[in-house]
């Protein structure tokens, strides 16, 4: 399930096809691959680590040095460590790769804590596939398979009071980008609201307090390396958050650019519907996370939003894992194949950072 459909997306690059299906197809291999956003920015991370005379004098983006904080530090740091054997670009897409079969791997153990083995292995095929924009960051350099398995893990061991993996899980996910401090917000309100827990729960559950030890490293690097402690809050357009919410209907904003958004409300339909289903079903863990961060994307302005709401969908798909496991979704699904196959293959192949020179990356 990690391997078959991301080789499939690569086959028509690395084939160096002019279309499929009569969809235009650029012809720069697996380059094309390599340079999807934002890859290449965690390529120069990973070649510079933050350091600001290394980035100005080897990489030619119109971005001030500062913007490189907005990309954390796990996911190029093994690149890094990979590079060694595979080369930075390869590297990369192995890692996505592998953290992808760890995403999946948690996502299944899940999911059979609901469903019994076979229905739990379809509902893990659903989720590496739709929505399709999993299918293409977990297919390009991206951090977000990462993301989700540190998120995943974390909220599993967390449901089962193996607090200290929680914790590890939770620093992965929070080292890897900045919304993971969500994690450790939503462990905080599920202990203190409902009751007061008794002095020994609580100490039980320190281990949760690697979450923000986690970003606390993060910043304490950027303080090393940009002499600013907060240089993340600084990094230029890369925070889409803005009030009052509902801004992503603003046409004129910068990371929308079109009135054409009416999929937004169904986007917003299916999160709140799946956050109201887990408080029914009142598995209040779940939904105190993914109510957090479905709250957060109401006030993000980005044209993005599903990928902004990807840490949310594993736990909407177990509260729609009734629906979901039935004979007309599997229909449905199969029939999606196709357009999500498509959609993937013109979404790649239009968002590609404009590379001149391969050399300092390789």
Request: net charge positive; proline share 7%.
């Amino acid at each position: 399930m990690a391997l078959i459909p991301t080789f499939a997306v690569w086959l028509p690059y690395f084939a160096r096809l002019k279309n499929f299906w009569t969809i235009p197809l650029p012809e720069a291999g697996m380059a094309t691959i390599v340079a999807n956003y934002d890859g290449p920015l965690y390529l120069v991370v990973a070649k510079t680590f933050y350091n600001q005379n290394l980035i100005k004098d080897n990489f030619q983006f119109p971005l001030s040095t500062e913007y490189y904080a907005a990309h954390f530090p796990l996911f190029p740091a093994l690149i890094k460590i990979f590079s060694y054997i595979l080369g930075f670009p390869y590297a990369m897409l192995a890692v996505t790769v592998g953290s992808t079969v760890l995403c999946l791997y948690f996502f299944n153990k899940l999911a059979r804590e609901y469903l019994d083995e076979k229905e739990a292995l379809f509902l893990t095929f659903a989720f590496s596939i739709f929505p399709a924009r999993f299918l293409i960051v977990r297919s390009i350099g991206s951090p977000e398979p990462l993301f989700l398995a540190g998120i995943i893990a974390s909220v599993f061991y967390f449901a089962k009071k193996k607090y200290w993996l929680a914790g590890i899980w939770g620093a992965v996910a929070a080292a890897t980008k900045s919304p993971g401090i969500l994690l450790f917000i939503a462990y905080f309100l599920y202990l203190a609201i409902p009751k007061f827990k008794d002095l020994k729960n609580k100490l039980e559950t320190l281990p949760i307090l690697l979450i923000p030890a986690s970003l606390f490293v993060v910043f304490l690097i950027y303080k090393f390396t940009f002499n600013n402690f907060f240089a993340y809050f600084r990094s230029g357009d890369n925070i889409h958050l803005f009030f009052p919410p509902f801004q992503i209907f603003n046409f004129s904003s910068p990371w929308v650019g079109t009135f054409w958004l009416e999929e937004i409300i169904f986007v917003y339909l299916i999160g709140a519907l799946g956050v109201l289903q887990l408080i029914k079903q009142k598995e209040y863990l779940f939904a105190w996370f993914a109510g957090i961060f479905f709250a957060t994307t109401i006030f993000v302005s980005h044209r993005d939003l599903i990928r902004y709401s990807l840490p949310m969908i594993p736990f909407l798909y177990i509260a729609f894992r009734e629906i979901l496991i039935k004979k007309e979704f599997k229909i449905a699904l199969v029939f999606l194949l196709i357009p999500i196959y498509l959609f993937s293959l013109a979404f790649i192949s239009q968002n590609v950072m404009p590379i001149a020179n391969w050399g300092p990356f390789l």
